[in-house]
Structures are given as structure tokens and as C-alpha cells.
């Protein structure tokens, strides 16, 4: 996957830039409030159909300008494509691939692309909704239904909650709450099994970079946690997730009614990360964690293009300055031998081999420069 050219048009500080970008690494270098990262963020949303930084598409928008422009051009296995994305303060968004319109649900999967930025060395110590956010967007990117089954089970997650609210304030009857099992059970099944699996072939990956990382010191493993089961439990229950949801909604119909929430479901579980055996997020140094999230991510990388066929754009913005010197070598190790494509935001030259790594950008007042 390649992409060839971005053009942005009233898009965050850029009031009209085309970029054009070659193979391999380039890296957008220049101070902090300059637009580098938009120009991630910009690639990120056309990948995903949002962004990682806002819920508001208007904050996309430049500054007193009514309507925004994003326009992607890339190659995948050979094919070129198109997306544009047209942002309107008083409406909303339009998407077209290749000159026709198409649904949210139609786009995730065009284009791939993996972020990596200093809020994901926190993805180990941090609350278990960034794990799973990680899991959804990856697997979201590789099976469209996924994205679809999770759309959906969000929807009736909300509204099963609103239902046990209005049961604990007898507005409803306890009834109906199985009628809303009946509909979730389903796709909460297909989303634990398609996480767990992810997990297990992520988890061959992650080990293999994680021992060159610490030269021969450290084993990483990955391991799915299913909500209200034991560890052995988590890894070995995909033909049994049917009883034992419903199981557990029964279970817990009580309490969910008292708290107004459902206690069981993807939308609890986690992902853990150890190392020889224990858990990063409670014994892991800081620089293991730093580590395992560095690992994690090349695993990802390697993840998508054994599913696809090819490697995804890799994002990296600003962890240059994150990383220690060790770390930061690995990384672009990694990136220059396997030829993947990435976009690279830095405030520093100097974190980079001297004349010896891609081909840099420098960024200044929403305006790119080409070396």
C-alpha cells in the first residue's frame, strides 16, 4: 500500500496544499503548532472516517472557512484509488471513492494505516477501553463485518442500558430485557472470537520483535481476557461464548438493573501484555512498558500485512522524542528494512541517520516544503 499524493483544502491550518510522497519514509520536521500532525491526522481520517484527536468533523474546518477539503490518491496491490472527503460547517461530510459516493460502512478498509503516537506508550498502564479501542481498529481495518458487528452491538449495548434504567425506575418491565439478549448475544460472540483470534496471531509477532528489541532478555506474550473468566477460561471458551454469555446476562440481570449497565459483554474485556510471564500493566518498568508498546505495534504492522498482503502506512507522530536512543534505532531499523511507507512527524533532524533516511518535509505555518 502507497499512498501518492494528499491534498488539503481548508483543512485544519492549511488553506490549500498538495503533497506528494514518494516511497519509503518521509518525515515532516518543524515546530510545535506548525500542522505536522494534520497532516497525519488527515491521512489517519481517510483510513478510518475519523479523526484521533476530535468527534467533531466542523473542527476539521478551517477557521472562518465554510467547507473543507481532504483528497487522497494511493495504490493498493498495484490499483490506484481515490478518496475525498468534502467537511461543511452547517452539514454533513460527503465521502466518494474514485469519483462515487459511498457510506462510512463502505470505506473503513479502503486504506490501512497504523498510528503510533506518545499516547500509546500509555496503552499498557492505561484504562482497558485504549486496549480495546486498538483491537476494534485494527480488526475493523482487516473485516468489514467486524466494524459492522461492532456498530451494531454498540447500538444495542446503548439501548439494553437505557431499558434497565427504566426497569430500575419502573418505567419498564423486567421482561424485555431478554429480548435485547437475544440480539447482542450474537454479535458479541462474533467480536470475542475475531478479537481472540487477532490476539493469538498478533501474540507469534509481537514475542519474535519483542526478544530482538531486548536482545534475547524479555518474552512477550499477549492474551485475551474475557470479562468474568478465570485466564485458562479466556483463551479456550470460542465454541462455548453462546451459554456462557447467556449465562452470565442471567447471572447478573440484579445488579445490571441496579446499576443500570451491563456488566458482561466485549465492551468490558481486555487485553493484557506480559512479560516472562507478568503482567506489564502491574510489574513492568516503565521501560518494559515503553518496549512492549513499541513491540506491539511492529507486531501490528507484521499482523496486517499477513492479512492483507501488504504493510499498512505506518504513522508516527512525535514518539521520536519519546524514545530512547535504543528504542528510536529499532524503530527506524525496522522501517527502513522492511521498505514500508511511513509518515514521520519531528521537531529534531538530529533523531534521524544523517543523510541516510527518507526524504524530509519541512512544515511552517501550514505550509509544506519539500527538501
Known sequence: MKIKRLELKNFRNYREEKIELPSG????????????????????????????????????VRWE????????DFFRMDAENQ??????????????????????????????????????????????????????????????????????????????????????????????????????????????????????????FASRTHREISGGKENLSL??????????????????LFSWYNEKLAESIRLDIMRGVTRFGPHRDDLALLVNGADLRSYGSQGQQRTGVLSLKLAELAFFREETGEYPILLLDDVMSELDRDRREKLLSFIRGEK????????????????????????????????
Do not use: C
Open 25 to 60: 519514509a518521509s518525515v515532516f520536521l518543524g515546530q510545535n503548532a506548525q500542522g505536522k500532525t494534520n497532516i497525519l491526522e488527515a491521512v489517519y481520517y481517510a483510513a478510518l472516517g475519523r479523526s484521533h484527536r476530535t468527534s467533531a468533523d466542523v473542527e476539521l
Open 65 to 72: 472557512e465554510r467547507e473543507a477539503l481532504l483528497s487522497l
Open 83 to 204: 478518496l475525498e472527503f468534502r467537511f461543511f460547517r452547517e452539514s454533513r461530510r460527503k465521502i466518494f471513492r474514485n469519483g462515487a459516493p459511498i457510506l462510512m460502512k463502505d470505506l473503513v478498509g479502503t486504506v490501512n494505516v497504523v498510528l503510533f503516537s506518545p499516547e500509546d506508550l500509555l496503552l499498557v498502564k492505561g484504562a482497558p477501553a485504549g486496549r480495546r479501542r486498538f483491537l476494534d481498529m485494527e480488526i475493523s481495518q482487516i473485516d468489514p463485518s467486524y466494524f459492522y458487528d461492532l456498530a451494531v452491538y454498540t447500538r444495542l449495548l446503548s439501548q439494553r442500558n437505557t431499558l434497565l434504567k427504566r426497569v430500575r425506575d419502573g418505567e419498564a418491565d423486567e421482561s424485555e430485557i431478554p429480548l435485547w439478549d437475544v440480539q447482542m448475544i450474537p454479535r458479541a460472540v462474533n467480536l470475542i472470537r475475531k478479537r481472540i483470534e487477532a490476539v493469538k496471531k498478533m501474540d507469534g
Open 223 to 240: 492474551r485475551y481476557e474475557l470479562h468474568g473468566a478465570d485466564g485458562e477460561e479466556s483463551g479456550s471458551m470460542t465454541k462455548d
Open 340 to 371: 514500508l511507507q511511513a509518515l514521520i512527524t519531528a521537531t529534531d533532524e538530529a533523531y534521524f541517520p544523517s543523510g541516510s533516511f527518507g526524504n524530509f518535509f519541512d512544515v511552517s505555518h501550514g505550509t509544506v516544503t519539500a527538501r
